[in-house]
């Protein structure tokens, strides 16, 4: 009974925050049950979805399949069946999933270790048995995939193993056999003494490079690597910049890593004596226990080796650190640094070093045009949006057009684009299969749709129908969506949001929600309405033709009828079934206007005890008529002074002031969003110096912790700032902003973490170590660079953001960062904590003394001269870890290169996309004319004015989002710009305002350049030209070929006026372009229509064109 009332007191109210709190509720009482029963059952569910039960399936079928029938067919190796297992890996399930995981690490094991154990055996024998164990898992893999299931060209999944493992073998079969097989017993017949028979002693003590090098076959298996990256690009809905950026590196590494195998193989070895020698190479002892004999082994090089002759050799005493060295020297040579500090000496090593180069040159290239075609499809979308709106904004500017109406344009697409990102959901459906689509619109709009009383009890059938034909419009609040007189041919359903019915009159008559139907409603192609449309909140609409509409529901007897009802007592429009009454909405309360409508505004926020917070009632109404507003007129002005009234008293009360709201455009939120973008930027280079070289300097100090109120001023205002929310209404409570700001944990987490106050624990510790603490307990201020990112995202998503400006702006940021980072690190390897060390390249090169910063200094010049490959060479490392952490660097800079050139190519594709564009449509249509055997003139002719248009006209005649606008803005744009032709010209002067209205948005504007005909002597076209600007020239074109000018028409001047008014009319005169020409064309066919809604003036219009006629 409880539950009852609380079912009818939630559906009395407009309470969908509290639904949603119950159905959660509800949801997470299931997600217990569900999380229980799947903990239970976890074992079973990954059998079932990881494996298909080949010969179960086939004794179920009741006889139909028979599981050993495939295997009868092989006659012969029928036994082949015994062999595999009777079943299948599904190829889209967990195990296969995790089993090519694991697999993709033991690769990379072996093909890193293989060749390194093949260098150094003697010295890291023990390898061996990793090799063995990889081996076997290869192995095991091949029987595994044997069992895999695919699907064929007809898209079953195949699960017989007879024909899995067939599949596999035709595939990668051989060349995995190839990776694991044990080519080194094939030295049996080449060195007898090398047998598999000999002992272990006998192998270190005798040259091994031969033998050992027949295990680099596993450098084969690398392919399940490629394939396993190959596998992850294929999925679209994921981040495609860190695949593509780590892509290359596995393959880079065991390049560089078999290179530097084979300089070391080839230069190094180890000599094994029966008693020690004086050297000061690292020493090797194996003790033969079968002969109780000891041998002391001794990494040898070649006398002018490589090594021998760089400024390591002295030095290096181990192999583990030649065979540094020597990936060190690769990586320096593939990359193209040129450091200079290795060189090779002997032929052997030229020819690897050569090779080396090409390598790399060709590997590189191919990485780098990899990463930089994956970074130049950045924002495309936003792009070309961007670019349309910017050629509107220029064109409405050279038209002279009205400030007022600019600013509308642009809130409307600013508009658009927050609400769809530039992709309207209908373009997404249409490329899903048929059934997918709708149920795809179904679950979009069936709910909408069932509002309608048409609708409201119809089967399902045809609301998956009708919702595939339906397209989505927006508007704004106080948007007009169809003006009284206006020819319309569409029918509109509120999809969200509500709207004003008016009389011609501007009075009044209803006021409908989601469920209205209203426009073209009768069984016309086109209607002219008696009632004006005006949006009273930001509008969603679905729109379908009328055409379309009665072609559906001819299929549908009761609907038809039940529409031929309606029509008997309603003309323009059908109220829904549920009607909200307009004074007790709230949703005024967090719905405002767009971001772009005004700007550094602030709004009083609305609390519990403020007008307008209670939760507002909705009656619940049956109507198929209209309803009388006169009650809601009279009440509006004095609720709306109430309103401010109390908004003012409620501010001078201390616990208001607090609680307002600010725009993501306001002043203090665009100057707050900078200030942590700097501050940030600062705080990362500082704190990593600072901890570095331990710097004790108070006024960087005192600098940073005065800047750090930047950020909690960041969390103050987060409190504070208005959200939209999914249908584009700003969130002004401040209530509801707080809850929306909790609940994004992600958020929360990345403003406590990093701007804890850490560093007062320092005062914990003595006084002689609270500098080394304080700068450790700051290192958590450097997650502060999320900021960072979070700042150029945000900026970015922004419709009219400077996306070149940016990208450049980023990759200054973070590429000085990077500096600045490498430069720390490699100031540590030699100066951790600001003690250096001996041997260390501060120490060789005599810096032990200077400043922390000039050290900090050349370290940055160090990094810069590696990282650009510029390779002064003045300053080398000197220990092994400084050889490693130049490795890094090496290796990592080049990626990012590949990553900054990618950006700069994403900045040229912003710059000219248009262009291009443009040229491939007009290359497209040479080849055809040129196929078509077009004259060599008249070709160029036409490459003549495509070269004017985008020289002059950007390729457009007029701009292409004039065409996306909503009829009645696009009526008012154009009537705006071209109206004034139509209000001059003889013909159309004094005709209703209305059809004026709507003759201009038919007006077809094109360019035309110096000497190119308009019209020529003889030419039907219907079409009537208003010259627009330019001069052109009236001539009669005489047999032969001469010609006579009567006359020099100028701006505001028409003519065709009789053949834009009857059909068949010849011209009499050739009309071409004396100078550049903007001409309007109004054909017949497209207004023609129009003038039976209008009889008085289409006689106006004939009397006058007779009147003329006569006269001429």
């Not at 009777?86 to 697999?103: N, S, T, V, Y």
């Not at 005798?206 to 084969?220: A, D, F, K, V």
């Amino acid at each position: 009974m409880e539950a009852g009332y609380l079912v009818e007191w939630i559906r009395s109210v407009d309470a969908e925050r509290l639904r949603a709190k119950l159905v959660k509720k509800t949801e997470g009482k299931q997600n217990i049950t569900e999380r229980l029963f799947k903990y239970c059952n976890y074992i079973p569910l990954f059998f079932k979805k990881s494996f298909v039960f080949t010969r179960h399936q086939c004794k179920n079928s009741r006889g139909r399949e028979d599981y050993w029938a495939p295997f009868a067919e092989m006659q012969k190796f029928r036994f082949v069946g015994y062999l595999l297992l009777p079943l299948a890996i599904h190829p889209r399930g967990p195990f296969i999933r995790m089993w090519c995981l694991i697999r993709v690490m033991i690769v990379m094991t072996v093909c890193l270790i293989g060749p390194f154990y093949i260098a150094v055996t003697p010295y890291a024998a023990n390898l061996y048995w990793i090799m063995l164990a990889a081996n076997t898992s290869a192995y095991l893999d091949i029987y595994l995939l044997l069992h895999m299931g695919y699907y064929n060209e007809k898209g079953v999944l195949i699960t017989h193993p007879k024909y899995t493992a067939w599949n596999y073998i035709t595939h990668s079969f051989i060349v995995d056999i190839l990776a694991v097989f044990p080519f080194h017993l094939l030295v049996l017949w080449e060195n007898p003494l090398h047998s598999e028979g000999h002992d272990y002693i006998t192998h270190l003590i005798t040259p091994h490079l031969r033998h050992c090098s027949w295990h680099l076959n596993g450098l084969l298996q690398f392919h399940r690597v490629q394939e396993l990256f190959h596998y992850m690009e294929g999925n679209i809905l994921k981040n495609m910049d860190l695949i593509r950026f780590f892509k290359f590196f596995p393959l880079s590494m065991v390049l560089i890593n078999l290179l530097s195998s084979l300089i070391f193989a080839l230069n190094c070895t180890y000599k094994f004596y029966d008693f020690p020698q004086n050297d000061t190479t690292s020493e090797l002892i194996v003790l033969d226990t079968d002969t109780n004999m000891r041998y002391y082994g001794y990494l040898k090089c070649k006398n002018g080796s490589w090594l021998e002759k760089s400024q390591f050799g002295p030095l290096t005493t181990n192999p583990l650190e030649v065979y540094l060295v020597a990936i060190y020297w690769v990586t320096n040579t593939i990359l193209g640094v040129g450091m200079g500090d290795v060189s090779a000496y002997s032929e052997e090593s030229m020819y690897i070093v050569v090779f080396t180069i090409l390598l790399g040159r060709i590997l590189f290239a191919y990485v780098f045009a990899n990463l930089a075609t994956g970074r130049a499809q950045f924002s495309i979308v936003m792009s070309k949006y961007q670019e349309n709106l910017k050629d509107l904004m220029r064109f409405l500017k050279r038209e002279d057009i009205d400030p007022h109406w600019q600013k509308k344009l642009f809130l409307y697409f600013e508009y658009v684009w927050k609400r769809t990102s530039g992709v309207q959901s209908q373009e997404l459906c249409q490329k899903l299969n048929t059934a997918l689509m709708e149920d795809t619109v179904v679950f979009l709009y069936e709910k909408t749709l069932r509002e309608v009383p048409l609708f409201e009890n119809v089967e399902k059938s045809f609301i998956r129908v009708i919702a595939k034909h339906l397209t989505q419009e927006y508007f704004l609040k106080g948007d007009t969506v169809i003006k009284s007189y206006d020819i319309q041919s569409n029918i509109y359903i509120i999809y969200r949001g509500k709207v004003e019915v008016l009389s011609s009159y501007n009075e009044m008559i209803a006021c409908m929600g989601p469920g209205g139907l209203f426009g073209n409603i009768r069984q016309v192609s086109s209607g002219c309405s008696s009632v004006s449309i005006i949006a009273s909140r930001n509008l969603d609409v679905l729109v379908i033709t009328s055409e379309t509409f009665y072609g559906v529901i001819k299929d549908y007897p009761r609907i038809k009828r039940n529409m031929d009802n309606l029509l008997e007592t309603v003309t323009d429009y059908i109220m829904p079934t549920t009607i909200i009454d307009e004074e007790n909405d709230s949703s005024n309360v967090y719905s405002e206007n767009t971001s772009a409508e005004t700007s550094n505004r602030t709004v009083p926020s609305q609390e519990s005890g403020s007008v307008g917070e209670s939760v507002s009632q909705m009656t619940p109404r049956r109507s198929f008529g209209s309803f009388s507003a006169t009650s809601h007129l009279q009440m509006e002005p004095p609720k709306r002074r109430t309103i401010e009234l109390k908004q003012m008293l409620n501010f001078c009360l201390p616990y208001r002031w607090f609680r307002f709201a600010l725009y993501s455009d306001h002043l203090v939120v665009k100057i707050t969003t900078v200030a942590v973008l700097l501050v940030a930027y600062f705080d990362v280079l500082e704190i990593l110096y600072c901890f570095v070289t331990q710097s004790t300097n108070l006024t960087l100090l005192y600098c940073s912790l005065l800047l750090e109120t930047v950020f909690y001023f960041k969390i103050f205002l987060e409190f504070h700032m208005a959200y939209m929310d999914r249908y584009g209404n700003y969130v002004t409570r401040f209530k509801r902003i707080a809850r929306h700001y909790f609940s994004n944990h992600y958020k929360v987490f990345w403003d406590v973490i990093p701007n804890l106050p850490v560093e007062l624990l320092c005062f914990l510790f003595k006084r002689e170590s609270r500098t080394l603490v304080l700068s450790i307990l700051r290192l958590i201020h450097i997650l502060r660079l999320k900021y960072m990112l979070d700042y150029f995202r945000d900026v970015n998503r922004q419709l009219m953001a400077n996306l070149a400006y940016n990208q450049m702006l980023k990759i200054v940021f973070f590429l000085s960062i990077t500096v600045h980072v490498f430069a720390c690190a490699w100031l540590m390897t030699a100066c951790p904590l600001d003690v250096c060390l001996s041997n260390s390249w501060v120490d060789s090169f005599n810096f032990t003394n200077h400043e922390p910063f000039h050290r900090y200094a050349i370290s940055t010049y160090y990094v810069v001269s590696l990282a650009t490959t510029t390779g002064v060479g003045d300053i080398f490392p000197k220990t092994m870890s400084e050889v490693l952490f130049s490795i890094a660097v090496m290796i990592i800079s080049r990626f990012l290169t590949a990553l900054i050139i990618g950006d700069m190519v994403t900045i040229i594709n912003l710059s000219s996309r248009s262009l291009v564009y443009y040229e491939y449509r007009i290359y497209c249509l040479q080849d055809f004319l040129q196929n078509q055997y077009l004259s060599g003139h008249q070709m160029e002719k036409l490459w003549g004015y495509v070269k004017n248009l985008w020289a002059q006209e950007k390729g457009q005649h007029i701009p292409l989002m004039i065409k996306d606008c909503p009829y009645v803005l696009r009526c008012d744009i154009m009537n705006v710009m071209f109206g004034q032709h139509l209000r001059d010209s003889f013909l159309f002067k004094g005709i209703n305002e209305a059809l004026l209205r709507q003759l201009a948005v038919r007006l077809h504007r094109v360019v035309f350049f110096e000497g190119n005909y308009i019209v020529q002597d003889g030419d039907i076209d219907q079409n009537m030209y208003f010259i627009h600007s330019g001069e052109v020239s009236v001539l009669t074109v005489h047999s032969n070929l001469t010609e006579t000018q009567h006359e020099l028409l100028k701006s505001h001047d028409m003519f065709g006026l009789a053949q834009g008014l009857y059909h068949g009319l010849p011209h009499r005169f050739s009309f071409r372009a004396h100078t550049k020409v903007s001409i309007l064309v109004l054909n017949l066919d497209s207004w023609n229509h129009m003038l039976k809604y209008f009889p008085m003036d289409k006689e106006i219009i004939y009397n006058r064109a007779q009147t003329v006629y006569v006269t001429v």
